[in-house]
């Protein structure tokens, strides 16, 4: 930036300016170059894809009882993105990682269909989940398909290398073998197809998801802010939390515990009494 100039990556701000959209200028700005009409197209539905999942996620939950509480725009969106960590908002990069150690297999020789066999196994023998697929709300995620078929799309035009999509679609296969509800692919595994089709880093995939659901954590914020409620609480004013400690009771206090204290306090007494006539002597 110079006074009168501000380029992103060499070009002119002024020329992107109404020619460029927002999905083509992350691409620029993370990338270093443009993205073609295809890259573009696919990232940006990436990123409209993710942007909500109701009021009941936790980073829109906590971005909302920020708002009730009187902070600021700024502050309830950062406290929304700050819970999207590994365990909200993390399965789309631990996708991606596993979509990579699946896309070296096969470029090494093995079958994807045998190798996306082995690595379920190998979670199942952990009691562990694959990441990017099941949900706990949908049994089919209506996010998935539109994203999968631009993905096909651009394979077949030659856009992308399919890699990441056969590799998600053998671990979607292998899942529902033996089961009479297939675990679907979620919002994570099809984001982290499109992301490793086009070619972003596992990380990058995280942040991206972030910059996609702060669009969510923001309007929910908005709104809550909007409404006026103070400190609205984490649940409905309905309910109330459960309690399953010991029932009310009334602080008594043993009657011999003056008398234990009285006889600690003696105890103490007569030892310090024969210590000093001991120094004394």
Known sequence: MRPGEIPLRGYPVEQLIGQMSFAETIWLMLRGELPTRTQGR??????????????????????????TCGLGL?????????????????????????????????????????????LVADYRATGSHVPGFGHRFHPYDP??????????????????????????????????????????????????????????PPELGRGLFVLSRSVGILSHAWEEKSGG????????????PSYEGPAPRDLIRPESEKSEKSEESEKSEGSTGRADSAEGA
């Open 42 to 67: 696919l990232l940006e539905a990436a990123l409209v894809a993710a942007v909500d999942h109701g009021p009941q996620a936790p980073s829109i939950a906590a971005a909302r009882m920020a708002a």
């Open 74 to 118: 700024n502050n309830a969106v950062a406290t929304g993105v700050n819970l999207l960590g590994d365990v909200h908002g993390g399965a789309g990069q631990q996708c991606m990682r596993v979509l990579t150690g699946l896309g070296q297999a096969v470029a090494e020789g093995a079958d994807v269909d045998d190798a996306a066999k082995d």
């Open 143 to 200: 996010r998935r398909s539109p994203l999968l078929d631009l993905v096909g799309a651009a394979v077949a035009d030659g856009e992308a290398p399919g890699w990441a999509l056969r590799a998600g679609t053998a671990l979607e296969r292998v899942l529902a073998e033996g089961r009479s509800r297939p675990v679907p692919m979620n919002i994570d595994g099809a984001t982290a197809i499109v992301y490793s089709e086009l070619g972003f």
């Open 229 to 240: 409620a103070r400190i609205k609480g984490p649940i409905s004013r309905r309910l109330l």
